[in-house]
Protein backbone atom coordinates (compact mmCIF):
# COMPACT_ATOMS: atom_id res chain seq x y z
CA UNK A 1 0.00 0.00 0.00
CA UNK A 2 2.37 2.64 0.90
CA UNK A 3 4.59 1.43 -2.14
CA UNK A 4 1.71 2.03 -4.61
CA UNK A 5 0.92 5.50 -2.54
CA UNK A 6 4.81 6.43 -3.42
CA UNK A 7 4.66 5.36 -6.96
CA UNK A 8 1.07 7.58 -6.91
CA UNK A 9 3.25 10.50 -5.73
CA UNK A 10 6.12 10.24 -7.65
CA UNK A 11 5.04 9.75 -11.48
CA UNK A 12 1.66 12.37 -11.32
CA UNK A 13 0.43 13.78 -8.33
CA UNK A 14 1.72 16.54 -5.72
CA UNK A 15 0.15 15.85 -2.56
CA UNK A 16 0.41 19.81 -0.99
CA UNK A 17 0.23 21.87 2.27
CA UNK A 18 0.18 25.16 2.50
CA UNK A 19 1.15 27.43 5.67
CA UNK A 20 0.50 31.00 5.67
CA UNK A 21 -3.18 32.05 4.99
CA UNK A 22 -2.80 36.00 5.13
CA UNK A 23 -2.87 38.04 2.45
CA UNK A 24 -0.67 36.34 -0.13
CA UNK A 25 -1.03 32.39 1.09
CA UNK A 26 -4.55 31.99 -0.93
CA UNK A 27 -3.58 33.16 -3.93
CA UNK A 28 -1.37 29.97 -3.30
CA UNK A 29 -3.86 27.93 -2.12
CA UNK A 30 -6.30 29.13 -5.47
CA UNK A 31 -3.25 28.17 -7.39
CA UNK A 32 -2.47 25.01 -6.02
CA UNK A 33 -5.91 23.99 -5.86
CA UNK A 34 -7.07 24.61 -9.65
CA UNK A 35 -3.75 22.35 -10.26
CA UNK A 36 -4.59 19.06 -12.17
CA UNK A 37 -1.54 17.56 -10.57
CA UNK A 38 -2.07 18.51 -7.04
CA UNK A 39 -3.71 17.88 -4.06
CA UNK A 40 -4.07 19.89 -1.97
CA UNK A 41 -4.67 18.43 1.23
CA UNK A 42 -4.52 20.70 4.17
CA UNK A 43 -4.02 24.50 5.02
CA UNK A 44 -2.56 25.61 8.41
CA UNK A 45 -2.69 29.07 10.06
CA UNK A 46 -1.78 29.90 13.83
CA UNK A 47 -5.08 31.62 13.47
CA UNK A 48 -8.00 29.46 12.91
CA UNK A 49 -10.41 32.53 11.68
CA UNK A 50 -7.81 33.03 8.76
CA UNK A 51 -9.07 29.76 7.10
CA UNK A 52 -12.74 29.74 7.75
CA UNK A 53 -13.12 31.39 4.34
CA UNK A 54 -11.08 29.84 2.75
CA UNK A 55 -12.45 26.34 4.26
CA UNK A 56 -16.05 27.39 2.77
CA UNK A 57 -14.63 27.72 -0.34
CA UNK A 58 -12.35 24.43 -0.49
CA UNK A 59 -14.41 22.16 1.83
CA UNK A 60 -12.11 19.03 0.93
CA UNK A 61 -9.08 20.69 2.45
CA UNK A 62 -8.35 19.88 5.93
CA UNK A 63 -7.62 22.71 8.11
CA UNK A 64 -4.99 23.04 11.12
CA UNK A 65 -3.16 25.90 13.62
CA UNK A 66 -0.12 23.14 14.44
CA UNK A 67 2.38 22.73 11.98
CA UNK A 68 3.85 19.83 13.13
CA UNK A 69 0.76 18.11 12.40
CA UNK A 70 0.43 19.90 8.99
CA UNK A 71 4.09 18.25 8.45
CA UNK A 72 3.21 14.61 9.65
CA UNK A 73 -0.63 13.76 9.65
CA UNK A 74 -1.81 14.41 5.67
CA UNK A 75 0.52 12.62 3.71
CA UNK A 76 2.11 15.55 2.26
CA UNK A 77 4.77 15.53 -0.37
CA UNK A 78 5.59 19.30 -0.44
CA UNK A 79 4.88 22.43 1.53
CA UNK A 80 4.53 25.94 0.58
CA UNK A 81 5.49 28.56 3.04
CA UNK A 82 3.35 31.78 3.01
CA UNK A 83 4.34 33.14 6.58
CA UNK A 84 6.17 36.45 7.43
CA UNK A 85 10.03 36.32 6.35
CA UNK A 86 11.75 35.93 9.53
CA UNK A 87 9.53 32.85 10.22
CA UNK A 88 10.41 31.17 6.50
CA UNK A 89 13.96 29.43 7.58
CA UNK A 90 12.59 27.58 10.83
CA UNK A 91 9.64 26.51 9.07
CA UNK A 92 11.49 25.58 5.42
CA UNK A 93 14.19 23.57 7.37
CA UNK A 94 11.32 21.82 9.81
CA UNK A 95 9.77 20.56 6.24
CA UNK A 96 13.08 19.62 4.61
CA UNK A 97 13.90 17.41 7.60
CA UNK A 98 10.52 15.79 7.21
CA UNK A 99 11.32 14.86 3.67
CA UNK A 100 9.07 17.34 2.17
CA UNK A 101 9.78 19.52 -1.05
CA UNK A 102 9.36 23.48 -0.44
CA UNK A 103 8.13 26.28 -2.24
CA UNK A 104 8.97 29.12 0.21
CA UNK A 105 7.82 32.90 -0.42
CA UNK A 106 10.30 35.94 -0.95
CA UNK A 107 12.55 37.01 0.56
CA UNK A 108 13.83 33.42 1.12
CA UNK A 109 15.56 34.31 4.70
CA UNK A 110 16.85 36.80 6.92
CA UNK A 111 20.50 35.80 6.10
CA UNK A 112 22.76 34.75 3.59
CA UNK A 113 23.69 31.94 6.29
CA UNK A 114 19.73 30.67 6.49
CA UNK A 115 19.77 30.25 2.69
CA UNK A 116 23.01 28.45 2.54
CA UNK A 117 21.35 25.98 5.15
CA UNK A 118 18.25 25.50 3.18
CA UNK A 119 19.94 24.95 -0.14
CA UNK A 120 22.44 22.29 1.52
CA UNK A 121 19.64 20.48 3.32
CA UNK A 122 17.54 20.27 0.45
CA UNK A 123 21.04 19.07 -1.89
CA UNK A 124 21.78 16.52 0.63
CA UNK A 125 18.19 15.24 0.81
CA UNK A 126 17.31 15.39 -2.80
CA UNK A 127 14.26 17.54 -2.23
CA UNK A 128 13.13 20.59 -4.55
CA UNK A 129 13.68 23.90 -2.83
CA UNK A 130 11.98 27.03 -4.83
CA UNK A 131 10.93 30.14 -3.84
CA UNK A 132 8.27 32.00 -5.07
CA UNK A 133 10.17 35.05 -7.03
CA UNK A 134 6.78 35.42 -9.14
CA UNK A 135 7.61 38.14 -11.49
CA UNK A 136 10.07 35.59 -13.22
CA UNK A 137 7.05 34.04 -14.08
CA UNK A 138 5.06 36.99 -15.75
CA UNK A 139 4.86 36.76 -19.32
CA UNK A 140 6.44 40.65 -19.62
CA UNK A 141 9.19 39.68 -17.93
CA UNK A 142 9.65 36.43 -20.16
CA UNK A 143 9.55 38.39 -22.89
CA UNK A 144 12.45 41.05 -21.47
CA UNK A 145 14.09 38.17 -20.91
CA UNK A 146 14.01 36.46 -24.15
CA UNK A 147 15.23 39.75 -26.02
CA UNK A 148 18.24 40.22 -24.18
CA UNK A 149 19.31 36.86 -24.05
CA UNK A 150 18.96 36.94 -27.82
CA UNK A 151 20.55 39.87 -28.00
CA UNK A 152 17.85 42.01 -29.57
CA UNK A 153 18.55 44.85 -27.33
CA UNK A 154 22.18 44.90 -28.02
CA UNK A 155 24.29 44.75 -24.68
CA UNK A 156 23.00 46.18 -21.88
CA UNK A 157 23.48 50.11 -20.33
CA UNK A 158 20.82 50.03 -17.67
CA UNK A 159 17.84 48.75 -15.66
CA UNK A 160 16.21 51.06 -13.34
CA UNK A 161 13.34 50.62 -11.44
CA UNK A 162 10.17 52.35 -9.43
CA UNK A 163 8.36 50.51 -7.07
CA UNK A 164 5.60 52.89 -5.26
CA UNK A 165 2.88 53.51 -3.92
CA UNK A 166 1.04 54.20 -0.36
CA UNK A 167 2.10 51.21 0.75
CA UNK A 168 1.00 48.80 3.40
CA UNK A 169 3.62 49.76 6.62
CA UNK A 170 5.22 46.64 7.73
CA UNK A 171 6.45 46.19 11.41
CA UNK A 172 8.85 43.53 11.03
CA UNK A 173 10.77 44.76 7.68
CA UNK A 174 11.66 47.66 5.94
CA UNK A 175 10.44 48.87 2.29
CA UNK A 176 13.83 47.28 0.98
CA UNK A 177 12.64 43.61 2.11
CA UNK A 178 9.39 44.09 1.31
CA UNK A 179 9.32 45.93 -2.01
CA UNK A 180 12.40 45.26 -3.66
CA UNK A 181 12.83 41.10 -3.93
CA UNK A 182 10.55 41.87 -6.76
CA UNK A 183 12.53 43.77 -9.02
CA UNK A 184 16.10 42.32 -7.70
CA UNK A 185 14.39 38.96 -8.52
CA UNK A 186 13.90 40.28 -11.79
CA UNK A 187 17.33 41.74 -12.67
CA UNK A 188 19.05 38.82 -11.45
CA UNK A 189 16.77 36.65 -13.59
CA UNK A 190 17.15 38.76 -16.74
CA UNK A 191 20.68 39.85 -16.64
CA UNK A 192 21.86 36.90 -15.24
CA UNK A 193 25.40 39.27 -14.34
CA UNK A 194 27.18 39.45 -10.72
CA UNK A 195 26.95 42.40 -8.84
CA UNK A 196 29.75 43.95 -7.75
CA UNK A 197 28.59 47.23 -5.78
CA UNK A 198 25.82 47.62 -3.74
CA UNK A 199 24.91 51.59 -2.19
CA UNK A 200 21.68 51.99 -0.27
CA UNK A 201 20.34 54.95 1.11
CA UNK A 202 16.71 55.78 2.83
CA UNK A 203 14.37 57.29 5.65
CA UNK A 204 12.29 56.31 8.24
CA UNK A 205 9.76 58.37 8.83
CA UNK A 206 7.13 56.41 10.92
CA UNK A 207 9.58 56.28 13.92
CA UNK A 208 9.75 52.63 14.15
CA UNK A 209 12.96 52.42 12.48
CA UNK A 210 12.49 50.75 9.28
CA UNK A 211 12.61 52.78 5.96
CA UNK A 212 9.63 53.56 4.49
CA UNK A 213 11.44 55.12 1.51
CA UNK A 214 14.59 53.72 -0.19
CA UNK A 215 17.19 54.21 -3.50
CA UNK A 216 19.64 51.24 -3.90
CA UNK A 217 22.32 51.35 -6.72
CA UNK A 218 23.93 48.40 -8.09
CA UNK A 219 27.23 48.59 -10.46
CA UNK A 220 28.12 45.37 -12.14
CA UNK A 221 31.82 44.91 -13.79
CA UNK A 222 31.05 45.37 -17.28
CA UNK A 223 29.70 49.24 -16.33
CA UNK A 224 25.93 48.33 -16.24
CA UNK A 225 23.87 50.00 -13.55
CA UNK A 226 21.20 49.42 -11.70
CA UNK A 227 18.81 51.35 -9.63
CA UNK A 228 15.85 50.63 -7.57
CA UNK A 229 13.46 52.99 -5.69
CA UNK A 230 10.81 51.86 -3.27
CA UNK A 231 8.14 53.55 -1.58
CA UNK A 232 5.72 52.88 1.35
CA UNK A 233 5.09 56.84 0.69
CA UNK A 234 4.16 57.59 -2.51
CA UNK A 235 0.64 59.46 -3.44
CA UNK A 236 0.37 57.57 -6.51
CA UNK A 237 1.39 54.12 -7.36
CA UNK A 238 4.32 53.37 -10.05
CA UNK A 239 5.62 49.95 -11.14
CA UNK A 240 7.62 50.44 -13.92
CA UNK A 241 11.25 49.53 -15.24
CA UNK A 242 13.35 50.58 -18.27
CA UNK A 243 15.96 48.69 -19.52
CA UNK A 244 18.36 50.28 -21.73
CA UNK A 245 20.56 48.46 -24.24
CA UNK A 246 22.89 49.63 -27.34
CA UNK A 247 20.39 48.44 -29.73
CA UNK A 248 16.98 49.37 -28.24
CA UNK A 249 15.21 50.20 -25.07
CA UNK A 250 12.54 48.35 -22.81
CA UNK A 251 9.60 49.94 -20.73
CA UNK A 252 7.87 47.61 -18.70
CA UNK A 253 4.71 49.15 -17.08
CA UNK A 254 2.98 46.48 -14.72
CA UNK A 255 0.11 48.92 -14.38
CA UNK A 256 -0.65 49.35 -18.00
CA UNK A 257 -3.56 46.72 -18.60
CA UNK A 258 -2.59 45.90 -22.41
CA UNK A 259 0.58 47.12 -23.63
CA UNK A 260 2.83 46.27 -20.47
CA UNK A 261 5.90 46.43 -22.45
CA UNK A 262 7.30 48.69 -25.05
CA UNK A 263 10.12 48.70 -26.98
CA UNK A 264 11.82 51.96 -28.71
CA UNK A 265 14.27 51.80 -31.08
CA UNK A 266 16.21 54.35 -29.86
CA UNK A 267 19.72 55.14 -28.79
CA UNK A 268 22.72 56.43 -29.28
CA UNK A 269 26.03 56.46 -31.38
CA UNK A 270 29.03 57.83 -30.04
CA UNK A 271 31.32 59.21 -32.86
CA UNK A 272 35.21 58.18 -32.21
CA UNK A 273 36.70 61.52 -32.26
CA UNK A 274 38.71 62.25 -35.50
CA UNK A 275 40.09 65.23 -34.09
CA UNK A 276 40.09 67.94 -30.95
CA UNK A 277 37.29 70.09 -32.89
CA UNK A 278 35.48 67.11 -33.37
CA UNK A 279 35.90 65.71 -29.79
CA UNK A 280 34.43 69.73 -28.39
CA UNK A 281 31.74 69.43 -31.12
CA UNK A 282 29.33 66.18 -31.12
CA UNK A 283 30.38 62.87 -30.28
CA UNK A 284 27.04 61.58 -29.64
CA UNK A 285 24.39 61.08 -32.26
CA UNK A 286 20.76 60.17 -31.47
CA UNK A 287 19.02 57.04 -33.51
CA UNK A 288 15.08 57.46 -33.39
CA UNK A 289 13.01 54.86 -34.66
CA UNK A 290 9.82 52.85 -33.68
CA UNK A 291 7.63 52.09 -30.82
CA UNK A 292 6.32 48.32 -30.41
CA UNK A 293 4.47 46.64 -28.23
CA UNK A 294 4.63 42.74 -28.06
CA UNK A 295 1.81 40.49 -27.87
CA UNK A 296 2.44 38.80 -24.19
CA UNK A 297 1.31 35.60 -22.75
CA UNK A 298 -0.87 36.85 -19.98
CA UNK A 299 -1.63 33.38 -17.84
CA UNK A 300 -1.12 34.65 -14.54
CA UNK A 301 2.13 34.16 -13.41
CA UNK A 302 1.91 31.92 -9.72
CA UNK A 303 -0.15 29.61 -11.99
CA UNK A 304 2.92 28.56 -14.18
CA UNK A 305 4.90 29.38 -10.97
CA UNK A 306 2.65 26.62 -9.18
CA UNK A 307 3.07 24.25 -12.27
CA UNK A 308 6.73 24.73 -12.54
CA UNK A 309 7.31 23.60 -9.12
CA UNK A 310 4.89 20.15 -9.55
CA UNK A 311 7.49 19.42 -12.26
CA UNK A 312 10.33 19.97 -10.80
CA UNK A 313 9.19 18.06 -7.80
CA UNK A 314 7.84 15.42 -10.21
CA UNK A 315 11.02 14.92 -12.47
CA UNK A 316 13.70 16.36 -9.99
CA UNK A 317 14.61 19.16 -12.40
CA UNK A 318 16.01 22.32 -10.95
CA UNK A 319 13.78 24.89 -10.59
CA UNK A 320 14.21 28.11 -12.44
CA UNK A 321 13.67 30.13 -9.12
CA UNK A 322 15.79 27.65 -7.28
CA UNK A 323 17.39 27.97 -3.87
CA UNK A 324 20.40 29.99 -5.23
CA UNK A 325 18.41 32.26 -7.26
CA UNK A 326 16.93 32.91 -3.62
CA UNK A 327 20.38 33.25 -1.91
CA UNK A 328 21.73 36.12 -4.79
CA UNK A 329 18.51 37.95 -3.85
CA UNK A 330 19.06 38.12 -0.12
CA UNK A 331 22.92 38.92 -0.33
CA UNK A 332 21.65 42.08 -2.13
CA UNK A 333 19.03 42.58 0.12
CA UNK A 334 21.28 42.29 3.36
CA UNK A 335 23.96 44.07 1.28
CA UNK A 336 21.45 47.21 1.03
CA UNK A 337 20.54 46.66 5.12
CA UNK A 338 24.15 47.72 5.77
CA UNK A 339 24.71 50.67 3.21
CA UNK A 340 21.92 51.82 4.55
CA UNK A 341 22.80 51.52 8.17
CA UNK A 342 26.24 52.61 7.48
CA UNK A 343 26.06 55.12 4.31
CA UNK A 344 28.92 52.89 3.03
CA UNK A 345 29.56 51.01 -0.48
CA UNK A 346 29.69 47.73 0.34
CA UNK A 347 31.99 45.17 -1.95
CA UNK A 348 30.38 42.47 -2.91
CA UNK A 349 32.80 39.33 -3.43
CA UNK A 350 30.47 36.56 -3.10
CA UNK A 351 27.20 37.07 -4.71
CA UNK A 352 27.85 35.15 -7.88
CA UNK A 353 24.97 33.99 -11.09
CA UNK A 354 24.81 29.69 -10.18
N1 LIG B 1 5.13 36.74 -4.22
C1 LIG B 1 4.42 37.84 -4.00
O1 LIG B 1 4.05 38.57 -4.92
C2 LIG B 1 4.09 38.19 -2.59
C3 LIG B 1 3.13 39.17 -2.30
C4 LIG B 1 2.86 39.45 -0.97
C5 LIG B 1 3.53 38.79 0.05
N2 LIG B 1 4.47 37.88 -0.27
C6 LIG B 1 5.20 37.15 0.78
O2 LIG B 1 4.33 36.24 1.41
C7 LIG B 1 4.71 36.08 2.78
C8 LIG B 1 3.49 36.34 3.65
O3 LIG B 1 3.09 37.67 3.47
P1 LIG B 1 1.59 38.13 3.80
O4 LIG B 1 1.51 39.54 3.37
O5 LIG B 1 0.63 37.13 3.29
O6 LIG B 1 1.63 38.08 5.40
P2 LIG B 1 0.38 37.98 6.38
O7 LIG B 1 0.85 38.47 7.70
O8 LIG B 1 -0.83 38.61 5.76
O9 LIG B 1 0.09 36.41 6.49
C9 LIG B 1 0.98 35.55 7.10
C10 LIG B 1 0.16 34.45 7.79
O10 LIG B 1 1.06 33.48 8.32
C11 LIG B 1 0.53 33.01 9.56
N3 LIG B 1 1.62 32.42 10.35
C12 LIG B 1 2.75 33.01 10.76
N4 LIG B 1 3.55 32.12 11.40
C13 LIG B 1 2.90 30.93 11.37
C14 LIG B 1 3.21 29.61 11.86
N5 LIG B 1 4.36 29.38 12.49
N6 LIG B 1 2.32 28.63 11.66
C15 LIG B 1 1.15 28.88 11.00
N7 LIG B 1 0.81 30.10 10.53
C16 LIG B 1 1.67 31.10 10.71
C17 LIG B 1 -0.06 34.27 10.20
O11 LIG B 1 -1.03 33.94 11.17
C18 LIG B 1 -0.67 34.96 8.98
O12 LIG B 1 -2.01 34.63 8.77
C19 LIG B 1 5.88 37.03 3.02
O13 LIG B 1 7.08 36.34 2.89
C20 LIG B 1 5.75 38.04 1.88
O14 LIG B 1 6.99 38.61 1.51
C21 LIG B 1 4.74 37.55 -1.55
Redesign the pocket.
Known amino acids: MAEAQDKRNLENTVNVGV???????P?LIRNFFENDRVELKAI????PE?MEKLGKRYPTVQKT?D?DKLLSAYDIDAVVI????H??H??ARQALLAGKHVLV???MCMTEAECLDLIALAEERHLTLMV????VYHGAVRKVKEMVTSGQLGEILYFDSVRVNLGLFQTDINVVW?LA??DLSIMDYILQKTPRTIHASGACHAGNGLEDVAYITVNFDDNIIAHFHVSWLSPVKIRQMLIGGTRQMVVYDDLEPMEKIKIYDKGIEVQSPESEEVRYQQLVKYRIGDMLSPVLDLTEA?KLEVDHFVDCVLTGTPPITDGQAGLRVVQILEAANRSLKTGELQVLDAVSVG
Open positions: VGCGYWGNCDRIRTYATPVTHTLEKPDHTFDPHL
